[in-house]
């Protein structure tokens, strides 16, 4: 996830280079109303028959999906002592006999091969945790509400330092929201190349700090830490800027938050959606609790409830909760390996046109 400067502008250059066929809809706008949010896959492994509080805890975890508003999040019950498939043993092996039963949640597929997000013993504490922290509901609220940007600063615990990176990207967004222009809208063109919310389209950052030490938040730092494997490794500030449903773009650490990189990222979620299918561009998907079909649907936004009370009585009526047995995960198996094909192939095929337009550029320059 955590790129160089240079990388970061090619990410960026290439998800904007079938610019022929952008809509008028800027990426933060499209990424809110038309990219859901890809699920992250909750294992809960024991042994055996489970004891009521921990099945209370389990079925708490399966109906989080369904919930109004649900998270995304997939949840696979697996007893060790059952055949499993390859994947899941491998994955049991490599966590060393933990007490059971035991939580594990992994990234969305595509992720560093779907890498360990959050591990825990089974326990309210875990669940709150994992499924609702301040942060993240602040987090919802603000690109519910139309926000371009939200740019989650995580501190060094350095007073002097915090402040100093926090005014820097402060007086950076400050000026980009001043001189960026949002693309113009065509009230008489097609429907598809227009938002399909009533919220005002408005360029707008903001800025929200996380402390490593605060317990509230411990799952939530746990997740951001871990979409790139060298940033456990960095105790200095570091910057992720989150857009559409809580997709984090980039990780960058305090000595790349330079007017650069920060115009780089502000330029490409405002600007025109030129590639429309989301996993052709750069990003993760955070783990959220958050009503976004309220926007399509005109209705207000449900909040939270408060952390595992009301889950599962609050499910949507006709929604299916979203779990499984190893033998359904095996099906999923097979068809994350489909999925994975087709975007493949899709990528091959933004590769040979991003190849075209850069030659064709290229050929353009040197006859001038």
Same mark, same amino acid.
């Given at each position: 996830?955590?790129? #160089? ?15 022929? +066929? ?49 998270? +995304? ?27 059971? #039963?035991?939580? @594990? ?17 089974? +326990? ?70 227009? #938002? ?24 939530? @730092? ?58 052709? +561009? ?24 408060? #952390? ?61």
């Amino acid at each position: 996830m955590r790129r #160089p400067a240079r990388t970061l502008a090619l990410l960026l250059a290439l998800a904007g280079a079938a610019a022929a +066929n952008a809509c008028s809809i800027p990426v933060f706008r499209y990424a809110l109303e038309r990219w859901p949010a890809a699920p992250y896959g909750a294992i809960v492994f024991h042994r055996g028959k489970l004891e009521p509080a921990a099945r209370a805890l389990l079925e708490q975890l399966k109906g989080a999906a369904s919930a109004q508003p649900a998270a +995304n999040l997939e949840c696979i019950e697996v007893d060790v002592e059952q055949p499993l498939p390859a994947e899941l043993g491998e994955l049991w092996k490599s966590l060393n006999n933990p007490a059971l #039963p035991f939580l @594990v949640v992994r990234y969305p597929e595509g992720r560093r091969e779907s890498a360990i997000a959050f591990s825990s013993p089974l +326990n309210a504490d875990a669940l709150r945790g994992l499924l609702d922290s301040p942060a993240r509901r602040e987090l919802a609220k603000r690109l519910l509400g139309g926000e371009s940007a939200v740019w989650l600063v995580l501190k060094s615990g350095s007073t002097a330092q915090d402040q100093a990176a926090c005014k820097l990207l402060q007086d950076e967004l400050k000026g980009l929201a001043q001189e960026l222009k949002l693309p113009e809208q065509d009230p008489d063109g097609d429907a598809m190349a227009r #938002p399909a919310a009533d919220l005002p389209l408005r360029l707008s950052f903001s800025i929200l700090s996380l402390s490593r030490e605060d317990a509230a938040e411990r799952a939530f @730092v746990q997740m951001l830490l871990g979409t790139d494997k060298d940033l456990a490794a960095e105790k200095g500030v570091l910057a992720f800027p989150v857009f559409g449903r809580g997709r984090l773009l980039c990780a960058l650490p305090e000595k790349q938050l330079t007017h650069e990189t920060i115009a780089e990222v502000a330029e490409f979620v405002t600007g025109a959606c030129s590639c429309q299918v989301k996993d052709l +561009n750069p990003g993760t998907d955070l783990l959220l609790a958050a009503d976004w079909e309220a926007l399509l649907e005109g209705r207000a936004v449900e909040e939270p409830a408060p #952390p595992l009370t009301g889950i599962t009585a609050n499910r949507t009526a006709g929604v299916p909760r979203i779990c499984g047995t190893p033998a359904q995960y095996a099906l999923a198996e097979q068809r994350s390996f489909q999925r994975q094909l087709v975007i493949a192939l899709g990528g091959l095929l933004f590769a040979v046109v991003v190849a075209t337009v850069l030659l064709k550029r290229r050929a353009a320059r040197k006859r001038n």
